[in-house]
């Protein structure tokens, strides 16, 4: 089974600076997808990016970019530019590309905690 | 609004109570999702219904039972309500690689 493991229970930021979730994940399969969801207070579960495994370009989407790296089975989230409005719980998520048998669920990291300082 | 409709959005059970959690769709996604939410944890699965007609189960399918009525609607089930279900529930459609959820479900046993 797969696992996604986010080290980080907690972290704070500056408004206007830069922040770096991370994240790992074990799995045997070569094709899968890797996400960032992002839960504020309303307990939402919003998209922010998703990265195709077979896809060497790490997904950028506006302030919000990826480092993938395939080999170290790492997939971090890049925030430039922090705004109060990025403050919420982040979640790192796998899918394996195969469907059936369950594969085709999310598996979720714990989460990490960002706090935008004014 | 298209979207992913849960219902109730809050709930108070006894111990030992039955309740059903109700998903719609309507974006004519074939696979739908039950997740649940614990404190410091992420979504953990619980049964998945690939199309309708079909259900399966997750990570952590003990004492739920679930129902894909049709295409739209997909039930989760409690029989006999534990404190240990106090959770957030999601409910999730996926189309390719693009999930959408519901806004949760907030469900004490008490």
């Known amino acids: 089974a797969q696992t996604v493991t986010q080290s980080q229970p907690e972290m704070s930021v500056q408004e206007a600076e830069t922040v770096t979730l991370s994240c790992t994940y074990d799995?045997?399969?070569?094709?899968?997808?890797l996400f960032w969801y992002k839960q504020p207070p309303s307990r939402q579960m919003i998209l922010v990016i998703r990265q195709e495994a077979y896809k060497q370009q790490n997904a950028t989407e506006n302030r919000f970019s990826v480092n993938f790296q395939k080999a170290a089975k790492s997939f971090s989230l890049k925030i430039s530019d922090s705004q109060l409005g990025d403050a919420a719980m982040y979640f790192c998520?796998?899918?394996?590309?195969?469907?059936?048998?369950?594969?085709?669920?999310?598996?979720f990291g714990k989460g990490t905690h960002l706090i935008i300082q004014p | 609004n298209a979207g992913v409709t849960q219902t109730p959005k809050f709930q108070v059970l006894k111990t030992g109570q039955s309740m059903t959690l109700q998903c719609a769709q309507d974006m004519n996604h074939n696979s739908m999702y039950w997740y649940r939410q614990d404190p410091g944890m992420g979504l953990r699965l619980i049964y998945y219904?690939?199309?309708?007609?079909?259900?399966d189960k997750g990570e952590v399918p003990n004492g739920y039972n679930v129902s894909r009525l049709n295409k739209r609607e997909f039930s989760l089930r409690l029989e006999s309500a534990a404190p240990s279900q106090t959770s957030v529930y999601f409910c999730?459609?996926?189309?390719?690689?693009?999930?959408?959820f519901g806004s949760g479900t907030r469900l004490t046993v008490v």
């Open positions: 999730a459609s996926r189309l390719q690689a693009g999930y959408t």
């Open positions: 799995t045997s399969e070569s094709d899968y997808y």
């Open positions: 998520a796998y899918r394996s590309a195969m469907t059936g048998g369950g594969a085709d669920g999310l598996t």
């Open positions: 219904s690939a199309s309708e007609g079909t259900t």
